[in-house]
């Protein structure tokens, strides 16, 4: 066994992922200012480059 996460692990971080992107969406959209937006926007962007990542992960770990 490799030691990594198996792909039923990786769809329960995916999962939880897209809702942190959600849920920050929703945040963003309910305030406003610069810096409040700026915040937002770099959480954002981090959530959505570990859910890349994790995609990326759980696609190599798929028998083609």
Known sequence: MS???TISE???RIAIVRQNI???IEQA???SGGA???LA???IAEQEAELARLMALRSSLRPT
Do not use: H
Request: glycine share 12%; aromatic share 0%; proline share 6%.
């Open 3 to 5: 030691g990594g996460p």
């Open 10 to 12: 990786l769809e329960e």
């Open 22 to 24: 959600d849920d920050l």
């Open 29 to 31: 959209a309910a305030r």
């Open 36 to 38: 409040d937006e700026d």
């Open 41 to 43: 926007s770099a959480r």
